[in-house]
């Protein structure tokens, strides 16, 4: 039973580069999460996905555009990373919030 | 908008004793729940314990319990007799009932030392 899962794990990227992070659970989980944790700052929510088929902005969504492919997968995507993009990014998902979520391993992204 | 503060960024113990993480909170919702989740060195987020906000009693998950006082606005988690593999970061986090977004705190380094 794998949960969520995402790749890559590491990824060094240079200033204005793209990339896209994959997620997928295999938990038949509605809602999907894409936050980023940086020292200090806990973990900041980017874009959520409610259900397949909608997504919206959480608190810092600039920089970053999300794709949810279907119910398995919700991707995020750097169209053009700057250094202020260098944290671990952390993909969730629920079946209902008041539950928790159930986190992937995180991906740890550096922007040169 | 909720929030939720760790006014400890960091804090110690030794190895089978008791210590203490702090957290508050603000929300206008009077239906909500409360979650303390550890993140290890390896950086996985576990969770570690739930509350319900309309429960008065104090939820327990073996070693650890927590203190929740709703008029305050407070939910502190209690670990007990310590161990090394406690040593993590551990985040307080929030989700109102009408909501749909998970809301962290900063964060308290926890060291247990041998």
């Known amino acids: 039973n794998a949960g969520v899962t995402q790749t890559p794990k590491f990824q060094v990227l240079k200033t204005g580069q793209s990339m896209t992070l994959q997620c997928a659970q295999d938990?038949?989980?509605?809602?999907m999460y894409w936050y980023r944790q940086d020292p200090g700052m806990g973990l900041r929510l980017i874009y959520y996905?409610?259900?397949?088929?909608?997504?919206d902005k959480g608190e810092v969504p600039n920089g970053y555009n999300v794709s949810r492919l279907n119910k398995r997968e919700f991707s995020l995507r750097l169209e053009s990373a700057a250094p202020s993009q260098t944290s671990v990014y952390f993909c969730a998902s629920s079946v209902l919030g008041a539950y928790g979520y159930t986190f992937g391993s995180g991906t740890r992204l550096t922007v040169v | 908008a909720q929030t939720v503060t760790q006014s400890q960024p960091e804090m110690s113990v030794q190895e089978a004793e008791t210590v203490t993480l702090s957290c508050t909170y603000d929300?206008?919702?009077?239906?909500?729940?409360l979650f303390w989740y550890k993140q290890p060195p390896s950086r996985q987020m576990i969770l570690v314990i739930r509350?319900?906000?309309?429960?008065?009693q104090n939820a327990t998950e073996n070693r650890f319990s927590v203190n929740f006082q709703k008029a305050a606005k407070s939910f502190s988690l209690k670990i007990s007799d310590s161990q090394l593999g406690d040593t993590a970061m551990y985040f307080c986090?929030?989700?109102?009932?009408?909501?749909?977004?998970?809301?962290f705190g900063e964060g308290t380094q926890l060291t247990v030392n041998p």
């Open positions: 509350q319900e906000a309309y429960k008065q």
């Open positions: 938990m038949n989980h509605n809602s």
């Open positions: 996905s409610a259900s397949e088929g909608t997504t």
């Open positions: 986090a929030e989700i109102e009932t009408s909501g749909s977004r998970l809301t």
């Open positions: 929300t206008s919702e009077s239906n909500y729940y």
